[in-house]
């Protein structure tokens, strides 16, 4: 049907939902009407399936399949029931449970049946074309195969969507870990300046200490003694200084790993992102922008942070060891 069919539709709608409707048809004599009788349109295919009985009345179906914006196609059924009366017909179209109706006026010609159907504002005659159930089946088919490119293009619209969350997502992380490694760089520098100051501060307890110990005093001893206890505390506060910069170079290894392999996924989907000459499905050109934005950051700061994780971690071991040795002096003086 065209504008007055999607009217139609709605009547079926509106009244098999809620409380059913009815349709005045005009029919042809005393020549019985059973038969099966389809409407199609490009949105939207109906069969009617009626039985005549002898006394001029009849019952039947209305099934009735419309192909939605979306390319799917929804259907549904509702039972009818009518009379005959010359060249007139009323056809009343049964919501359940409740038996009740609205009726409408038509005609039935030698080729089907014509139905006036009202949108409120306007009315309109739509033919009903005597035909058989698989003329309708026909008709769905070619809804059917009318919404496969709606559907098509929405499904690929969709995987778009989902590509442009996973490059964006990606790129979230890019500019974190290039926020996070900017303070890195900043703190890093720290390391040294912090065993510098651990191994002063037990070398100069272990010289106190030693001097203590070198009078031969009881008392002396005894002070020299708590002052390698106090060693020990700094042993074990320094040995989670230690832990801690040993994590946040693991985990800053870890981190780029994850990232890097983020890129080499993510890169061959944004090559050729937003052309038009491909069926491949990319993520659209702006995240993509971003992504290529975010992955130049990431590759500029990598080299500093290189360069800021060794210092540290090489300052960590030249400390450690030298703190060991003061340590185990200091264990020797007990």
Known sequence: ???????????????????????????????????????????????????????????????????????????????????????????????????????????????????????????????????????????????????????????????????????????????????????????????????DQAIATEQAKLDRARRLVSTGNSVAQGQANVIVGQMGVDKAQISITDDTIERAINDEKAAEATLNAGIAQWRPQCVGAGSTGSDRVRPDMGPCKGFERAVAAYNSILPALHKALVLAAQAKTHGHDQLATVWQAADAIQ
């Open 1 to 195: 049907m065209k504008a007055m069919g999607r009217g139609f539709r709605g009547t079926l709608v509106q009244y098999g939902a809620v409380a059913g409707c009815a349709l005045l048809l005009t029919g042809c004599g005393d020549r019985s009407i059973s038969g099966a009788y389809v409407l199609s349109s490009k949105t939207e295919a109906d069969l009617l399936q009626i039985t005549e009985t002898p006394d001029h009345h009849f019952s039947g179906t209305l099934r009735h399949t419309v192909l939605g914006n979306d390319g799917t196609l929804s259907s549904g059924s509702t039972n009818v029931s009518g009379s005959v009366d010359g060249d007139s017909i009323t056809l009343t179209l049964l919501a359940t449970p409740l038996p009740i109706g609205q009726n409408f006026s038509g005609t039935v010609t030698s080729g089907g049946i014509e139905l006036t159907l009202s949108d409120g504002n306007r009315t309109a005659v739509q033919h009903f074309a005597k035909s058989q159930p698989a003329d309708f089946d026909s008709a769905v088919a070619q809804l059917s195969r009318a919404g496969e490119p709606v559907i098509a293009a929405r499904q690929r619209g969709q995987a778009v969507e989902q590509l442009n969350r996973g490059v964006t997502s990606l790129s979230t992380d890019l500019e974190r870990f290039v926020s996070k490694a900017q303070e890195r760089i900043e703190r890093l520098p720290r390391v040294q300046a912090y065993y």
